[in-house]
Structures are given as C-alpha cells and as structure tokens.
C-alpha cells in the first residue's frame, strides 16, 4: 500500500512541475485561453499532493510531523506561487480567475490534513 501511494505522490509532483512550467510558459508566450485550465489543474494536483502527502505520513512510522508539515508548506508554497502568478497574469484579461475552485481545492485538502492530525496522526 505504501509503495503504491508512494508512487503515485511522485508522479503527482512531477506532473504538478511540468505543469507550473506549462503555465508559466503559456504566460510568457501569452496564450491566454490556457491560463483558468493551468490554474484549475495545479488547483487540483495541489490538492491531491497533500492528501497522498498526508496517507505517506500516516502510513510511514519514520516521517516525522514536522517534516510533514514543512514538505506541506514548501509545496502549497510553490503551487500558491505559480497561481498567484497566473491570477496576476488573468486580472489584465477578459477571463476570470478560477478563485472559488482554486482555493477550495488546496483549502479543502489542508483541513482534511490538518483533520489527520487532531486524529494523532
């Protein structure tokens, strides 16, 4: 069980890399319609990253909370960057910035970590 969460965290942030760097990119290049699908999709694997995140440590007895928690940080640090990024990017378009869903994710996942360790994770 563990090697198969495991597997699948990593391939998560590989995934979220390439696609922070897609939209970075796309913001370069200003290909505007990709901007809402690039913020949604990290929205979503940002998510995702915490809550595999979150299974590893339950499932490990060798990781620690606080580097759990400082792993957390550093990852919604960076996907909130890139958001922040395209959010800056959407507010000079005609398109809106996915906010509710965005925050929603990432928020939703954080109290579902935050939930796993009141349980004593």
């Known amino acids: 069980m563990y090697a198969a969460v495991l597997i699948a965290h990593i391939?998560?942030?590989i995934l979220t890399g390439i696609i922070g760097v897609f939209a970075v990119g796309a913001m370069i290049l200003k290909?505007?319609?990709?901007?809402r699908r690039a913020a949604l999709?990290?929205?979503?694997?940002?998510?995702?990253?915490?809550?595999?995140?979150?299974?590893l440590a339950v499932l490990s007895k060798s990781?620690?909370?606080a580097s759990v928690c400082g792993n957390i940080a550093l990852y919604?640090?960076?996907?909130?960057?890139?958001e922040t990024?395209?959010?800056?990017?959407?507010?000079?378009?005609?398109?809106r910035f996915p906010s509710i869903q965005t925050i929603?994710?990432?928020?939703?996942?954080?109290v579902l970590f935050a939930l796993a360790g009141?349980?004593?994770f």
Request: aromatic share 10%.
């Open 11 to 13: 391939s998560g942030a």
């Open 31 to 35: 290909k505007e319609t990709v901007y």
């Open 41 to 55: 999709v990290l929205a979503a694997l940002g998510a995702f990253e915490v809550l595999s995140g979150t299974v």
């Open 63 to 65: 990781i620690s909370v």
């Open 76 to 82: 919604v640090g960076a996907v909130a960057f890139v």
């Open 85 to 95: 990024l395209i959010y800056m990017r959407m507010r000079k378009t005609a398109f």
């Open 104 to 110: 929603s994710a990432i928020g939703s996942s954080l």
């Open 118 to 120: 009141v349980l004593g």
